[in-house]
């Protein structure tokens, strides 16, 4: 999962993130927030990945979000193609952020950054 600058040009740690942006709780230790689209094959395998890391670390959670029906989350944040995977801390910053099917080891190692 990558860090840093991203495409846009705008750093990793401006992105910070709430339960009224996500329409969810953050985790107590960190959020893997999950950019989907309906006919996207990869976004299933994502969501599965997400959800066992979720379940396996205690205070992760697994917020997806549907990229289509919000737009303007998708732009504030930057997101250009689904899934997109973003990595909150406890406080709703992000701290990695990766685009395409992430594999389940990388996404634990990320969380590292996160908690």
């Known amino acids: 999962m990558n860090d840093g600058q991203r495409r846009t040009g705008v750093t990793v740690s ?4 709430g339960a009224r942006q996500l329409g969810a709780e ?8 999950q ?3 309906a006919f996207c094959a990869p976004c299933r395998a994502t969501r599965r990945v997400l959800g066992e890391v979720a379940a ?5 959670s697994h917020v997806e979000i549907d990229a289509e ?3 303007d989350l998708v732009r504030a944040v930057g ?4 899934p997109t995977v973003l990595v909150l801390d406890a406080r709703g910053r992000e701290v990695r952020r990766a685009a395409g099917q992430p594999r389940k080891a990388d ?4 969380l590292g950054a996160a908690v």
């Open 35 to 37: 950019f989907s689209s």
């Open 26 to 33: 953050l985790g107590e230790r960190a959020t893997l927030v």
């Open 56 to 60: 396996l670390v205690p205070g992760v």
């Open 107 to 110: 996404v634990i190692a990320a």
């Open 69 to 71: 029906a919000r737009l």
């Open 79 to 82: 997101v250009v193609k689904t």
């Open 14 to 17: 401006e992105v910070t993130l």
